[in-house]
């Protein structure tokens, strides 16, 4: 059975960090691509950050130089190191598997983000 549970969101003023935690079971982990998406109320899902088994990682512009993205593949976990957290950034994390995400198919809950002062 396929679990995926995201964790460490919080409220955070600008500037501040956070770092998100991401375990996914009942998956091939160490040959997939995962990702860390982001919704906010009324947009669509975007990408946010991308890492392969190799720990190649793309992000979206709006992140770059801000967010890092990283695995550890023994422990089927995915992490999202935030920076410099700006308001822009306040949404709903989810983490997904690329072939389910391209398919809008996100299995967790999410983990909420909100950055304000």
């Known amino acids: 059975q396929v679990q995926v549970e995201e964790s460490g969101g919080g409220v955070v003023q600008p500037g501040g960090s956070l770092r998100l935690s991401c375990i996914a079971s009942?998956?091939?982990?160490?040959?997939?691509?995962m990702g860390w998406y982001r919704q906010n109320s009324g947009n669509q899902r975007e990408m946010v950050a991308q890492i392969t088994p190799g720990d190649g990682t793309a992000y979206a512009d709006s992140v770059m130089g801000r967010f890092t993205i990283s695995r550890d593949n023994g422990k089927n976990m995915v992490f999202l190191q935030m920076d410099n957290l700006k308001p822009i950034d306040t949404a709903r994390y989810y983490c997904?598997?690329?072939?389910?995400?391209?398919?809008?198919?996100?299995r967790g809950q999410g983990t909420q983000v909100t950055v304000s002062s």
């Open positions: 009942g998956i091939n982990f160490r040959t997939t691509i």
């Open positions: 997904e598997e690329l072939y389910f995400a391209r398919r809008g198919d996100f």
